[in-house]
């Protein structure tokens, strides 16, 4: 990486999204880098247990975001850990700001940040965090990892017990 390349492509964001965009440009032989301020793999790579993904009955969460992680590897997709604090639209080049104040150039930027879940701050929320305490919709839709309380499945529209 150097602040005098021009990239076909910058992604923002290591989650499922942005190595998936990835994986599509090295495959286009796009000249691509991919930017991740944590752990690539994203929200993923915290989930406990996934068993909605085709393919893998059950896997967890760190296996599931390696293997996304392995799979962008083995196209040569180019991987830097660093956090993106802008990005300014221009008209020759986008570029993409660092704040130790370096600034990558790229003809096209997609921005996958994804999202992080928004915390209660209540008693026991983090040490039962994936026991109990979820911040996944369809888990809490299924009673997949409900607390004891709210464990029965129920159909959506109908009458809480
Ligand atoms: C506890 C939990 C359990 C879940 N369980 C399931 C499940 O079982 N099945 C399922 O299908 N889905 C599940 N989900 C949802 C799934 O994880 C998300 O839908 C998916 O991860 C979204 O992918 P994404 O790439 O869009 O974003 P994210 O996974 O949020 O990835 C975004 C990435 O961008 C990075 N990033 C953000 N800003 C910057 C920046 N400025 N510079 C550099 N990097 C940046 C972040 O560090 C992150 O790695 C779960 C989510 C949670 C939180």
Redesign the pocket.
Known sequence: MSGNEVYDLII?????????AGIYAMRAALKTLL???????????????????PGFIKIG?LDLGDKFLQHAKWYQLEIVE????ATEPGIGYHAVRFSDGTILKAQAIIL??????RKLNIPGENEN??MGV???A??AIFGKSMPTRLSSPRRMGAPRP
């Open positions: 923002v964001g290591g989650g499922p999204a942005g190595l998936t930017i991740e301020k944590g752990f690539p793999g994203g929200q993923v790579a915290v989930t406990k247990e996934v068993e909605n993904y969460g660093q956090e993106a604090i996958a940040t994804g999202g992080t879940a965090f994936g979820s911040y996944c369809t888990w």
